[in-house]
């Protein structure tokens, strides 16, 4: 039986990027996950009280261009979305370039086969941005979520920090092990609330 769940990223957290390795790695090498992928804004999370949303003004923001990138990709190009995800977590945690360059997310999209034109559309047009937004809000509401990533099943909603990668030719074993015993301590032990290291080996 396929194992239906959803994740939550936005481009700015490296847990975020572990997770989505290892969850692209699985699905690569033929997991049998049915995955939903939700965009979820830490920068609207920051917000202060009294701000305005950062939907306001989202141009100020330093994940929401990419962001809104990616879910276009997702809807628009899904063949594409797999290796455009990761090139984006890449020039954010490996190039360490900026995620609100257009220039930065056009050249990303270009390489990967996806008409930036197109994307750029979307996101100029605000539909990307309501796209994110109703997602973002949706589960914050629905699952309380607060940040990335964010496993969801059902009714059950669990941060996670997985300290390892999965980039690019990673023995496809290890992800599939670390992502399914995610989901079955999330659907199988919703008891467990808190289950945290008190130091990391380094």
Known sequence: M?????VTWDYRCPFARNAHEHILTGL???ADWDVR???FSLGQVHVEEGEPDIWDRWEEDSG???LQAGVVVRDEFPERFPEVH??????????ALHLNDREVVARTLSEHGVPADKVFE?????TALATVRAEHEEFAKSHSVWGVPTFVA???AVFVRLMDRAPAGADPSVSVRAVERVVDMLTGWPELNEFKHTSIPR
């Not at 990761?86 to 190039?95: I, Q, S, Y």
């Not at 979307?122 to 605000?126: E, M």
């Open 37 to 39: 992928y939700l965009a």
């Open 28 to 30: 690569a090498a033929g």
């Open 86 to 95: 990761r090139a984006l977590f890449a020039v954010r945690h490996d190039e």
């Open 154 to 156: 059902g009714d059950q």
């Open 2 to 6: 396929s194992s239906v769940f959803a």
């Open 122 to 126: 979307r996101i100029d047009s605000g």
């Open 64 to 66: 929401l261009l990419a």
